[in-house]
C-alpha cells in the first residue's frame, strides 16, 4: 500500500544560510526559503533542528517552528537566525507548502561543517553571499 503513494516532488525551492551584518555592522547569519517558482507557494511552514555529536556526545537542539504564509513567486523569506556555535551539527530544515491545491515537503539539511565562506555561492533573489541547497 504504501510503496503505491508516490508524493509529489519538490521542485524550485531552496533554503539558505547567509552571512549579513546588523544594524550594528555586526556580522549574522540568517536562513531563508527561497522560491524560485513562477508560482506563489501557500501555507508554508518551516521546522527547523540541528543534531549530532559535540565533543563526544550526543547533542539536540529545540525544535522550532515558523509559519510563513506566503512566499511570492521568484522572492524569499527570512525563516530564522542561526547562531554559529550550531554549524558543527546537523542543521535540518523540513519544509512544508500547498502549491494549486496539493501539499508539498522536503527536508534540506545542511551537514556539519559545510556553512563557511568557501562553500559560498550568490544567493538568488538576496543577491548575497551563503550556502544554498535545492
Known sequence: MKKDITPPTVEDVAVAVVKEENELAEP???V??????????????AT???YGQHNGEEVKTSTLRHFLDVVKAKSFSKI????ESVFGLNNEYWVSF????V???KKYIFLP??????????VP??????????
Do not use: R
Not at 531563508?32 to 511552514?45: F, P, R, S
Open 32 to 45: 531563508y526559503l527561497i522560491n524560485l517558482k513562477k508560482q506563489d507557494i501557500e501555507g508554508v511552514l
Open 80 to 83: 530564522e537566525p542561526i547562531d
Open 125 to 134: 533573489y538576496i543577491n548575497k553571499k551563503g550556502v544554498l541547497i535545492k
Open 113 to 122: 561543517e559545510t556553512i563557511k565562506e568557501e562553500n559560498f555561492i550568490l
Open 28 to 30: 549574522v547569519w540568517n
Open 48 to 50: 527547523s533542528h540541528g
Open 103 to 105: 501539499m508539498y515537503d
Open 98 to 101: 500547498f502549491q494549486n491545491s
